[in-house]
């Protein structure tokens, strides 16, 4: 399946914050734009989520069974939908969310068979645990990846 047009901008963007050790920046940028747009969100919420916790357990060392393409796909999406200025720029009203959502989309069909692995992964977790990766980490300058 081809990516979106400008994508590949945003896996360019991807390798660098991942290098530079700024995921968990990433994680709670995602988190404050989500929370502000609350219901508009619909259906993607649920990948949104996903995505921000692939991202979160990878982070912590708990969940490497992804490989790097997908990973870099994930955090791609994440920064799409955080980018004030992509294809329809999110001060369009009632339009701008529109690509954000649909790259959302893309990544997680895409990458289906790795999500769907981590989400069987996160389901074999317990309950207390499953809380505690949805919790996203406090931003620090420890290194990526560990």
Do not use: N
Request: hydrophobic share 50%; charged share 25%.
């Amino acid at each position: 399946m081809k990516a979106p047009w400008i994508f590949s901008r945003f896996l360019r963007l991807a390798r660098s914050l991942l290098a530079d050790g700024r995921l968990t920046e990433l994680l709670l940028d995602v988190a404050r734009k989500s929370e502000r747009k609350g219901g508009r969100l619909g259906g993607v919420r649920e990948d949104l989520r996903l995505l921000q916790s692939l991202c979160a357990a990878w982070w912590r060392g708990e969940y490497r069974q992804i490989s790097q393409q997908a990973l870099l796909a994930a955090i791609a999406g994440l920064l799409y939908f955080l980018s004030p200025l992509d294809a329809l720029p999110d001060w369009l009203l009632g339009l701008g969310f529109l690509d954000d959502i649909a790259v959302l989309a893309w990544v997680v069909r895409s990458w289906r068979g790795e999500l769907e692995a981590f989400r069987a992964w996160l389901a074999a977790q317990s309950p207390q645990h499953q809380a505690e990766l949805e919790r996203l980490p406090a931003p620090t300058s420890r290194s990526e990846g560990r």
